[in-house]
C-alpha cells in the first residue's frame, strides 16, 4: 500500500515566519509535487520534482520554494509566511513511467498564518 | 498550459438516484483523466480514470465517459448512496512527468 505521510496535519505560524512543511513517500516514486487546496478552486500545484534535486514550478510557485534532496522526502518552504498562504498543502507521488500517471496524496498540511 | 473546468460545484441528489459531474479540458495533447474522490477531513483518492484511447470505462456504479473531439469527460455514479458524499475532482494530464491539472470540485451530498 502507498504511503505518502506529511510530517505536520495541523500549524499556526506568524506572519514573516519561515515555514517547512515536510513529505516522505516510501514507494520509491521518481514524481513528488505540492498542491495546495482551496474551496472553489480545487487543487492547484505549487512545484514538482521528477528526480532528486530536480523541481520544476507549478502553476502557482511565487512565494514557496522546495527542496528534495533525496528521493523519498520532498519539502515546501514558505520563505516569509502571509496570511494569504492560509491553506490545505497536499502532497503527493507516483512513478514517472506509470502508465496513467497516477498519483497518491498525503493526508494534507493545513496551516493558518495569523 | 492546461486548463480544466469542472461543473457543478455543487450537486445534491436523492439516494437512489444518479449523479453526474462534468468536466472540460483545453489542451488536445492530453491523454489521461482521472477522478478522485475526497472525504471530510481526508486525502483525495483516485476512483476511476480513463486513457484518450478508450472512450467509457466502468467500475460497479461508476462510469466515466470520455469525448476527445469536444474535449470533455464525464463521471457518473448510479443508485447512489449517503457514503458518496464527498468532493469529486477531476484531472488531466498529458505523458509529462506526469502532472495532473485539477478541475475546481464538485460537492457532492446524497441525502437518505
Known amino acids: 500500500d502507498v504511503k505518502v505521510t506529511q510530517s505536520s496535519r495541523y500549524l499556526v505560524k506568524r506572519t514573516g515566519e519561515k515555514v517547512f512543511l515536510e513529505c516522505v513517500q516510501d514507494m520509491d516514486h521518481e514524481n513528488m509535487f505540492w498542491y495546495r487546496q482551496d474551496p472553489g478552486l480545487g487543487l492547484r500545484l505549487i512545484y514538482f520534482s521528477y528526480d532528486v534535486k530536480m523541481k520544476e514550478k507549478g502553476d502557482i510557485p511565487e512565494g514557496y520554494s522546495v527542496s528534495r534532496e533525496k528521493k523519498e522526502r520532498f519539502s515546501l518552504i514558505l520563505e516569509s509566511a502571509s496570511t494569504n498562504q492560509t491553506s490545505m498543502y497536499l502532497c503527493a507521488s507516483g512513478r514517472l513511467d506509470s502508465p496513467g500517471n497516477t498519483i497518491y496524496f498525503g493526508e494534507g498540511s493545513w496551516l493558518t498564518v495569523v | 498550459g492546461e486548463n480544466v473546468e469542472q461543473h457543478p460545484s455543487t450537486l445534491s441528489v436523492q439516494e437512489g438516484d444518479s449523479a453526474v459531474i462534468k468536466c472540460t479540458y483545453s489542451?488536445?495533447?492530453?491523454?489521461?483523466f482521472p477522478w478522485y474522490k475526497q472525504e471530510l477531513g481526508k486525502r483525495p483518492q483516485l476512483i476511476i480514470d480513463?486513457?484518450?484511447?478508450?472512450g467509457e470505462k466502468k467500475d460497479q456504479r461508476i462510469a466515466v465517459t470520455l469525448n476527445k473531439t469536444a474535449k470533455h469527460f464525464s463521471l457518473h455514479i448510479t443508485e447512489t448512496q449517503p457514503e458518496d458524499s464527498a468532493v469529486y475532482f477531476c484531472a488531466a494530464s498529458k505523458k509529462s512527468y506526469g502532472k495532473l491539472t485539477f478541475g475546481q470540485g464538485t460537492i457532492l451530498t446524497v441525502h437518505p
Open positions: 489542451d488536445s495533447a492530453s491523454n489521461y
Open positions: 480513463i486513457r484518450s484511447n478508450v
